[in-house]
């Protein structure tokens, strides 16, 4: 199983509509997103792309995601999201997302996370992987996101 993980971001007149703008940017505006936890089952693999390739489905399909997204419409304000991640030798692993004003303060929260959920299951996956996008609000708001997509399917 290949997840895609690509960032997105976008500028509306109004936060959702950058919320919109970033989906089309990352290749997933017309499906209907249905997130996930944080579990990456065996036989995964997590691969980095710029933006999703086109997705076997249809307008309004299901897409499975974990997905983080942040918008924000205060000039000079930024949006950052982040996916973090970690996978072992098997393909299993976990996924986090964290949202918020700074990229440091996101790249912190996932590493953190990360490490948290591995303390509590009492496993250590190895390196911890992260992507993440930011956007600064000039005149119209703007939206930042990073998307995981496992797969599409039809209602």
Same mark, same amino acid.
Request: hydrophobic share 40%; charged share 25%; with cysteine.
């Given at each position: 199983?290949?997840?895609?993980? =690509? ?6 007149? *109004? ?10 940017? &990352? ?10 936890? &944080?579990?990456? $089952? ?8 710029? &933006?999703? $390739? ?17 918008? *924000?419409?205060? $000039?000079?304000?930024?949006?950052? =999201? ?19 004003? &700074?990229?440091?303060?996101?790249? *912190?929260?996932? *590493? ?5 959920? %591995? ?7 190895? %390196? ?12 119209? $708001? ?9 797969? =599409?399917?039809?209602?």
């Amino acid at each position: 199983m290949k997840i895609y993980i =690509a960032p997105g971001k976008g500028v509306g007149t *109004t936060e959702l509509g950058a919320f919109d703008a970033a989906l089309n940017d &990352s290749g997933i505006a017309n499906f209907n997103l249905l997130r996930l936890s &944080s579990v990456i $089952p065996p036989n995964a693999e997590v691969v980095e792309i710029d &933006s999703i $390739p086109k997705i076997d489905g249809e307008w309004g399909d299901r897409l499975y995601v974990v997905q983080a997204h942040y918008e *924000t419409s205060v $000039p000079g304000k930024e949006a950052w =999201a982040g996916v973090g991640w970690v996978i072992d030798e098997s393909g299993k692993g976990l996924f986090v997302e964290h949202e918020g004003e &700074s990229e440091d303060f996101v790249r *912190t929260s996932i *590493t953190n996370t990360l490490n948290d959920l %591995q303390k509590t299951r009492g496993a250590d996956f190895g %390196q911890i992987y992260m992507m993440v996008e930011g956007a600064i609000c000039e005149e119209h $708001p703007v939206a930042a996101m990073v998307t995981a997509v496992y797969k =599409a399917e039809s209602w």
